[in-house]
Every structure is written in structure tokens, then in C-alpha cells.
């Protein structure tokens, strides 16, 4: 039996898919379209444990769960809930045990995995460091496989992008999982070789590490392009990404405010589509007060995916300046959709697009302008490097990643 993490799907407070809910969505709808012996688990934050969730509630078309995500119990059955967490905390600790990884209903709790199964979990619980701890209990009591994805490294090995206290626990929980796993998927060969050598450093067995690359397809396609309730007034460049220091969107800022002063109205609308994350407040300040840019550069967010896809057909080109990725799926979608892609040469990226990006140091802002701006000046240019992607780029689909995973997984339970 393959038991697939849900947590993220079943947690998810946005209808804008992020990158590792999207992920978990489409490996499932694989799954579950070609096995029959798929099951759900999900952990809960608040109670440190695992709960079956009934397959039937997954609809592959409209990925959520039903009943609805989200509840809102009433007060008082809130504040009973904490009282009763509370209480069992206590009991807990007074009798020198620790909770159940299982909600108990006063009977034997049963484990949820069987031996011989295999759990799937795709990092649906990063950093928590209870589902380690959830994980490990029911494992203990049969022979049961453990596959992760680790999408990246990033907390761990850069703790000024995270928030503070993020890092430890980041890497408190990713060495369990290593320990814990007996099978390692990542998202790139640059992450194989990052996550190799962090298990060296920290002394893990070695155990095989398996690369998945990420589907460049939208969700269900995205076939149809809703064109935006107020397109943009300018021809514009495109950048999809979250808002967040690492990404790297102040040398985008700093680029712009040059062509803004060198090009005028022929300045092309820089467009920023990304949730913000934290360190982004005082850049969005800067960017709303500039003069130069502050009606060039416009910032969007939760932008739905049918929307997306109409930006994507209608930039002149697209721009991502990242200092670190596991992967950097924008550069690959840009290619799927026959757009030139102006990219940092940083970690991963280089993986995805190989001589059909134009590469700039993530620091090097002169660099980056100069390939911005001909790409904005040079339409032959932009033409040229669009018909080579046209006749080169070879798009990678979801379909592809769930197979890979899929035959190790039949690979593992053969072994068992």
C-alpha cells in the first residue's frame, strides 16, 4: 500500500497553488489515476498527529478536499479543544509519556501503516518537527518504507533569508527526515549534489538520492488564457516569483530605474506576480515612491492560473534574477510558452533551459541591464531567440515526474 502526505493540499489557505501544493497535486492526480493502492494520510499541526483522509474526498479536476478546508468551530469549541490539548498535555507529562502519534477515543489505537506499505511524504510538513516524531511512532511498530522529496536546502544553508529561529528548526527537521528516509527524491542534480553533501556533513548513512524533475505545465493545463480585469497600459516584462530577498528583485528594481531614464516612454511595465514574503516591505516601499518607476514596475499577487497564462502569451520576454533555487519552475515555464528568459546563472537554473537562456551573476546588475535592455531594443533579437526555442526546448511534463516516482515506489515495495 502507498501512502500519500496530504498536509499541504489539506492546509492550503490560498485558491494560488504555491510550487511544492502544486507539486503534491499533480504526483497525486497521477497516482491515483494509474494505482489502486493509493491511500491519504494528513498530519495535524496542532495535535501532532496523523489522520487518515478518505481518497473519495480528492477530486483530481478541482484539487481541494471536501468537507471544506477550512472550518470555523465556534468559540466555545475552540477554547474546549485547547482546554482538552491542554489537559492531555499535562496527564502526559505528569505519567513521564508522550502523546500518542494517534487521536485516542479511550479504545487501542491502531496503526495507520501496515507492513510492507510505503509512505510517500513530499515535504508536506517542512520544519515541523513533531511529524518526525509522528512518522517515527508508527514506523517503529512495523516494517514500513519512508520516501522524501526535499525540495531544497535553502533555510539551512542561508539562515539570513528565513525568519529568525526558522533555520535551526528547518534543520533539526530535514536531518530526521534524512535519517529517517529510505529513499531521497530531489528536484534537480544541483540539489542531489547539495543534499549529498549535507548528509555527509552530518554524519548520515548513505542512501540513494533520486532526481524528479518538475512538470512546466500549469495546473489542468491552463489551456484557456482569461485575459487580466485591467491588462497593463504598456508592453511589459515579466517576472514571476515570490517576494522575498532571495529572489533577488531589488537589482530588477535598480535595472528598471536605469531604462526608465535611458528609454523613456519606450520603458516597457516591468510585472512582479508573486506573493510577498518577508524582507519585500521595504523594496515595495522604495518602488511605490520612485518617480522613475513607480508606474513601470507593477506588483501582483494570488493571480489566478488562467490569468497567469495570459501574461506569460503576452510579455515581451521574461526575467528571473534568483541568487538560489532547488529548481526555478518560471525559467521553465517561460520556455514552454516560447518566451525568451533573462535568468540568473545561480545553483539549478542553468539546468533547466542549458544555451536557450541569456545567464547574468545574480550580482552583477550591470550585466542583467545590459541583456534586459536588448532584449527590449532588438526585436529581431527577441525573434531569433524565440524560433531556437521553439525548435529546442523540450517542455517536461507531470506525467513523466509521477512515472519516475512510481516505478521506484513498486521498486521499493518488490524489495520489501
Known amino acids: 500500500m502507498l501512502w500519500f502526505d496530504v498536509t499541504n493540499i489539506w492546509d492550503r489557505k490560498s485558491p494560488v497553488l504555491t510550487g511544492t501544493q502544486r507539486t503534491s497535486i499533480e504526483i497525486l492526480r497521477h497516482l491515483v489515476a494509474t494505482r489502486d493502492d493509493v491511500k491519504l494520510f494528513r498530519f495535524d499541526r496542532r495535535r501532532g498527529t496523523l489522520i487518515k483522509v478518505a481518497c473519495e474526498t480528492f477530486d483530481p479536476d478541482r484539487p481541494r478536499f471536501e468537507p471544506p478546508i477550512h472550518t470555523s468551530p465556534s468559540w466555545a469549541l ?17 505519567s513521564g509519556k508522550r502523546r500518542s502519534a494517534y487521536p485516542s477515543d479511550g479504545a487501542p489505537t491502531q496503526p495507520l501503516f501496515q507492513e510492507g506499505d510505503v509512505i510517500l511524504s513530499m515535504s508536506t510538513a517542512r520544519g515541523h518537527e513533531a511529524y518526525a516524531h509522528a512518522i517515527a511512532d508508527n514506523r517503529a511498530r512495523e516494517k514500513v518504507g519512508y520516501i522524501c522529496l526535499i525540495y531544497d536546502l535553502i ?47 552530518k554524519g ?51 535595472v528598471w530605474r536605469r531604462l526608465a531614464a535611458e528609454l523613456g516612454e519606450q520603458c516597457p511595465a516591468l510585472l512582479l506576480i508573486g506573493r510577498r514574503f ?105 525573434k531569433t531567440r524565440e524560433e531556437q526555442i521553439a525548435s529546442c526546448y523540450r517542455p517536461r511534463s507531470w506525467t513523466e515526474a509521477g512515472e519516475r516516482i512510481s516505478r521506484r515506489i513498486d521498486q521499493m515495495i518488490a524489495e520489501s
Open 78 to 94: 475552540r477554547i474546549a479543544r485547547r482546554l482538552q490539548r491542554a489537559v492531555e498535555g499535562y496527564v502526559a507529562a505528569a
Open 155 to 201: 533555510p539551512a544553508l542561508f539562515p539570513q533569508w528565513v525568519k529568525e529561529g526558522a533555520a535551526e528548526r528547518f534543520e533539526r527537521w530535514v536531518t530526521r527526515e534524512l535519517e529517517a528516509a529510505d529513499l531521497v527524491f530531489t528536484i534537480s542534480a544541483y540539489q542531489k549534489s547539495e543534499v549529498i553533501r549535507f548528509m555527509s556533513g
Open 204 to 254: 548520515i548513512a548513505e542512501k540513494p538520492v533520486d532526481v524528479v524533475y518538475l512538470g512546466d505545465e500549469h495546473l489542468s493545463g491552463a489551456t484557456n488564457a482569461v485575459s487580466p480585469k485591467t491588462p497593463p497600459r504598456f508592453p511589459f516584462v515579466l517576472c514571476v516569483a515570490a517576494l522575498d530577498a532571495r529572489k533577488n528583485h531589488a537589482a530588477l528594481y535598480q
Open 278 to 382: 518577508m524582507l519585500s516591505d521595504d523594496l515595495l516601499y522604495q518602488i511605490a515612491r520612485d518617480p522613475l518607476v513607480k508606474d513601470r514596475i507593477i506588483h501582483l499577487q494570488d493571480v489566478p492560473d488562467e490569468e497567469l497564462e495570459w501574461y506569460y502569451r503576452n510579455c515581451l520576454f521574461t526575467t528571473f534574477p534568483s541568487h538560489y533555487e532547488g529548481w526555478g519552475l518560471p525559467v521553465a515555464e517561460s520556455l514552454r510558452h516560447g518566451k525568451l528568459c533573462i535568468a540568473s546563472n545561480a545553483a539549478s537554473i542553468p539546468e533547466i533551459g542549458g544555451n536557450l537562456v541569456d545567464y547574468f551573476d545574480p550580482v552583477d546588475i550591470l550585466s542583467c541591464h545590459t541583456l534586459v535592455r536588448r532584449a527590449i531594443i532588438e526585436g529581431g533579437y527577441r
